[in-house]
């Protein structure tokens, strides 16, 4: 049995300060491949140098909503050579919109997310999107504007806004928060297949229960697919190999 986390931040101190350790506990819960998410570039430069450093881990690089205010004019071509120094580099992200917080002026966001994503294309790389209280700016995006694969990185909206996103054959993540009292995303991954979807932390953010409130850590993945199992009232083995062939045949590894 074999889980992959497909979106960890582990360049955060309380986690990089003790990696070895976060990676063999992840290793014993059966958490066989992390992908480490970067959100600007110097994250995404430590998140290849984490990747290079560590058989099991890949790395992704990209500017999140939040820094995408803060991009130079040769951020595109620093993020390209970032992701063609690395073969470990298997996605751009996390990119996308967040109009929860709107740390970074809308037309911005819109400008930066649609750019990496071009940046994607060219390199022949998929993207993971961040999306935030901005569903149908998201879509729209997505349908103007070519990928070649996608993933709703922590899918926080309900089944209608999954299913257009399934047609435009977007996986969507499922992290600690699908485990939430009444979180709305358990009526989308109720009603969508074990193709559609794949696992993650988040980490060091949104901690699965009964963990809510701590550090995230890769190890929690095995936490979420219990939940999911019990949820779907699915054989937590079956979960574990199709969230684990789709993860791999996402990113390639």
């Known amino acids: 049995m074999t889980l992959i986390d497909t979106h960890a931040h582990l360049y955060y101190d309380q986690m990089y300060n003790n990696l070895n350790t976060v990676l063999d506990e992840a290793t014993e819960n059966g958490v066989t491949k992390i992908v480490c998410i970067g959100t600007d570039l110097n994250t995404s430069k430590q998140s290849v140098e984490i990747a290079n450093k560590y058989e099991n881990v ?4 990209g500017i999140h909503p939040h820094d995408s205010k803060d991009v ?3 951020y595109l071509k620093d993020l390209e050579v ?11 992200g996390e990119i996308g919109i967040d109009h929860y917080r709107n740390i970074s002026p809308k037309e911005i966001q819109e400008k930066v997310m649609i750019e990496q994503m071009e940046l994607a294309q060219s390199l022949s790389l998929p993207i993971i999107f961040h999306n ?5 700016d998201i879509i729209e995006i997505l349908k103007q504007h070519s990928f070649s694969r996608a993933i709703a990185h922590c899918y926080s909206s309900d089944l209608s806004f999954a299913e257009q996103l399934i047609d435009l054959n977007v996986l969507l993540s499922f992290s600690g928060n699908v485990t939430f009292k009444n ?4 009526s989308a991954i109720k009603n969508i297949t074990l193709k559609d979807f794949v696992l993650e932390t988040d980490c060091p953010f949104l901690a699965p229960q009964p963990f809510r409130g ?3 850590e890769p190890k929690y993945v095995k936490d ?3 939940f ?3 949820l779907l009232d699915i054989e937590f083995e079956e979960i574990a190999i199709q969230t684990t062939n789709n993860a791999e045949s996402f990113f390639k590894i």
């Open 72 to 74: 130079t004019k040769d």
């Open 132 to 136: 935030r209280d901005a569903d149908n």
């Open 183 to 186: 979180s709305i995303n358990q």
């Open 82 to 92: 970032l992701a063609l120094s690395s073969k470990k580099v298997v996605a751009v």
């Open 58 to 61: 890949y790395a992704a690089v």
């Open 228 to 230: 999911i199992s019990d």
């Open 214 to 216: 701590k550090p995230n």
């Open 224 to 226: 979420i697919a219990l």
